[in-house]
């Protein structure tokens, strides 16, 4: 079943990808199997997103906070990511995936920067998804980073408007999420896109990341299709 079916799709996707060291836990494995498992879902997801014709999708892999985490959880975790770069780009490059990163690169292992550079530049040109990896993100120091380029480009406070701002974001040539799924049963957004997500539409679910399947993200899709997006403006008589 593809994206057809459904009454309307949404164009960009953000994802919180949560619940892999519970789904770990419950199995008595040991927190990074989780985040194996977590890493080995990514591509199933994003080839459904596709079919379904998501556009765009963001996906919170690792935030600024996370650095807090045991040393030996933060080192797995990074070499989860070089070992899915390495096997697993060249199938996304053939398969049209356009990979971009949103995030710091500052604090990451300089081989690590190489490889995810690398991998942006070549599958810039690809079209058929955007594959947007939130990497080292936080909400607020997105915020805090495009003040600070906003400042050094001598923009001026009666220049600054929210189209503008929106530009010195990480995501500033993407267009905002309309919606938002949390996996893991949580209900907040972990400083995940909190300009972009403004009047996204929110979904959660009690689901793990590792199991999140095509119909779970269906599922997901189906609500969105359900709901009127208002904007803060008043409701129509037929709502």
């Known amino acids: 079943m593809g994206g057809s079916e459904l009454k309307r799709v949404p164009y960009h996707v953000g994802i919180i990808m949560d619940g892999n060291g519970r789904w770990a836990r419950e199995r008595g494995l040991p927190r990074l199997a989780g985040h194996r498992a977590g890493t080995e879902n990514i591509r199933r997801v994003l080839e459904a997103a596709a079919e379904f014709g998501v556009k765009v999708l963001t996906l919170y892999a690792f935030s600024t906070e996370n650095w807090a985490r045991p040393l030996e959880?933060?080192?797995?975790?990074?070499?989860?990511?070089?070992?899915?770069?390495?096997?697993?780009?060249?199938?996304?490059?053939?398969?049209?995936?356009?990979?971009?990163?949103?995030?710091?690169?500052?604090?990451?292992?300089?081989?690590?920067?190489?490889?995810?550079?690398?991998?942006?530049?070549?599958?810039?040109?690809?079209?058929?998804?955007?594959?947007?990896?939130?990497?080292?993100?936080?909400?607020?120091?997105?915020?805090?980073?495009?003040?600070?380029?906003?400042?050094?480009?001598?923009?001026?406070?009666d220049e600054l408007t929210e189209e503008l701002f929106s530009r010195y974001l990480y995501t500033g040539d993407l267009p905002d999420p309309d919606l938002i799924i949390r996996t893991g049963g949580e209900y907040r957004l972990s400083n995940f896109l909190l300009w972009q997500a403004a009047y996204a539409e929110y979904y959660a679910t009690p689901t793990y990341w590792p199991d999140f399947d095509k119909e779970e993200f269906r599922k997901a899709l189906e609500e969105y299709a359900r709901r009127e997006r208002r904007f803060g403006r008043v409701p129509t008589p037929e709502s």
């Open 73 to 157: 959880e933060v080192q797995g975790l990074m070499r989860l990511l070089r070992e899915n770069i390495d096997r697993q780009l060249p199938e996304l490059h053939e398969k049209g995936v356009q990979i971009r990163h949103s995030g710091r690169l500052t604090g990451i292992d300089p081989e690590l920067q190489e490889r995810i550079r690398s991998a942006v530049e070549l599958t810039k040109d690809n079209d058929r998804i955007i594959l947007n990896v939130a990497f080292n993100y936080g909400g607020r120091a997105e915020i805090l980073d495009a003040v600070r380029r906003l400042m050094e480009d001598g923009v001026r406070p």
